[in-house]
């Protein structure tokens, strides 16, 4: 498969993954479970992006350099995220702020490969 294949293939998981955390973040007006459709896109997201992310890496000749391995601790924050709503470690308008806070630090590490 080509690099530019996996590339649309991580945007797609970074998307799947943006609208699972909105799902799950959203919460429901009784209080009661989530729907497990969101959990589904937040956890396959995080799958397809990673496997996608890595993919790319590897192809394009990137290799896994400083900035990679920052968004690599981005994932891991955002895979925690809901968990951590769940336990009580983070209120909900926090998760939300926190969201858009490590989705743009991610994009700007792809765009301006500081390290
Ligand atoms: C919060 C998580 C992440 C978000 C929001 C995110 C988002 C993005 C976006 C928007 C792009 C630009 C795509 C394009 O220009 O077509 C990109 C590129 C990239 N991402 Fe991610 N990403 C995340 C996590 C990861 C992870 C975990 C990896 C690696 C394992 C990774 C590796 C890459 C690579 C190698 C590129 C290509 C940069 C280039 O064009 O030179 N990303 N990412």
């Excluded at 973040?25 to 995080?46: E, F, N, S, V």
Aim: aromatic share 8%.
């Amino acid at each position: 498969m080509s690099p530019e294949f996996y590339r649309l293939l991580h945007v797609i998981g970074v998307l799947m993954l943006f609208l699972g955390l909105g799902g799950v973040l959203a919460g429901t007006r009784d209080g009661g479970k989530t729907p497990p459709l969101y959990l589904a896109l937040h956890g396959i997201g995080l799958l397809v992006m990673l496997i996608a992310g890595i993919g790319y890496a590897h192809k394009s000749g990137i290799g896994f350099p400083s900035w990679v391995i920052a968004k690599i601790g981005c994932w891991v924050l955002l895979a925690a995220l809901p968990t951590l709503v769940k336990k009580g470690l983070l209120i909900r308008p926090a998760a939300i702020a926190l969201v858009i806070a490590v989705g743009a630090a991610a994009v700007w590490l792809a765009q301006s490969k500081p390290f």
